[in-house]
């Protein structure tokens, strides 16, 4: 088949079951002005284990259509993120 899309990005919500939101980001040239400028995705992703929480840096992989939205797979997680810990545990507090 082809190659698949793989894109790294920041997980920008998970309060949905199995699904996260991804935002990623790449820069371009402005056609006009020949500025670099960044540009910004948001992808809706498959999470079946739910590894993946607000804040963490995540590899999406494109994949066949599982929903209306929903085109791409969590592959890994890259790096955890702080603020998610530290957010669970002050509102235990």
């Known amino acids: 088949m082809g190659n ?3 894109f790294i990005g920041i997980v920008v919500s998970d ?3 199995k699904t ?3 935002k990623t980001m790449h820069l371009a040239r ?3 002005y020949s500025k670099t400028v960044k540009l910004h995705n948001k992808f809706k992703a ?3 284990k739910g590894i993946a929480k607000l804040g963490d840096t995540v590899i999406i992989v494109e994949t066949r259509p599982l929903s209306k939205d929903k085109r791409f797979i969590v592959k890994s997680v890259l790096k955890k993120s702080e603020k998610s810990s530290i957010a669970l ?3 235990k507090i």
Do not use: S
Request: net charge negative; proline share 0%; hydrophobic share 20%.
């Open 4 to 6: 698949q899309k793989e």
């Open 89 to 91: 545990t002050e509102e």
């Open 15 to 17: 309060k949905m079951q």
């Open 30 to 32: 402005h056609h006009k």
């Open 46 to 48: 498959h999470d079946e």
């Open 20 to 22: 996260v939101v991804v």
